[in-house]
């Protein structure tokens, strides 16, 4: 059974920075994407940051230049280093692993098989 557990949120001000963690336990694929989703107030969940084990990144337009998702391999945890943050970055924050799946390849939100509980970001204006 795969778990995917985050950490690392909280309330920041506006500019602020935050780093979340989510440590992965289960999973037996060598190919695969992990990423970072998030869901504000009254929103549909969107794709905020992507990886896969190819090398290939994915970044909503909105995060570019200012959140950084990165893995470590080692210690089976994917971050989001989040930089510049702005009041609309305020979200429900869910990390998620589609198992067997690249960038390339494009799949939808519905592939992604399993997923964190979520952790709360708050920015302050």
């Known amino acids: 059974q795969v778990q995917l557990v985050e950490s690392g949120g909280g309330s920041v001000q506006s500019g602020g920075s935050l780093r979340l963690s989510c440590v992965v336990s289960g999973n037996a694929y060598k190919q695969y994407i992990m990423g970072w989703f998030r869901r504000a107030p009254g929103k549909e969940r969107e794709e905020v940051a992507l990886?896969?084990?190819?090398?290939?990144?994915k970044y909503a337009d909105s995060v570019k230049a200012r959140f950084t998702i990165s893995e470590d391999n080692a210690k089976n945890t994917l971050y989001l280093q989040m930089n510049s943050l702005k009041s609309e970055d305020t979200a429900m924050y869910y990390c998620?692993?589609?198992?067997?799946?690249?960038?390339?390849?494009?799949?939808?939100?519905?592939?992604?098989?399993?997923w964190g509980q979520g952790i709360q970001v708050t920015v302050s204006s």
């Open positions: 990886l896969d084990t190819h090398g290939g990144l």
């Open positions: 998620a692993i589609a198992q067997g799946w690249l960038l390339r390849e494009m799949p939808t939100q519905a592939r992604f098989d399993y």
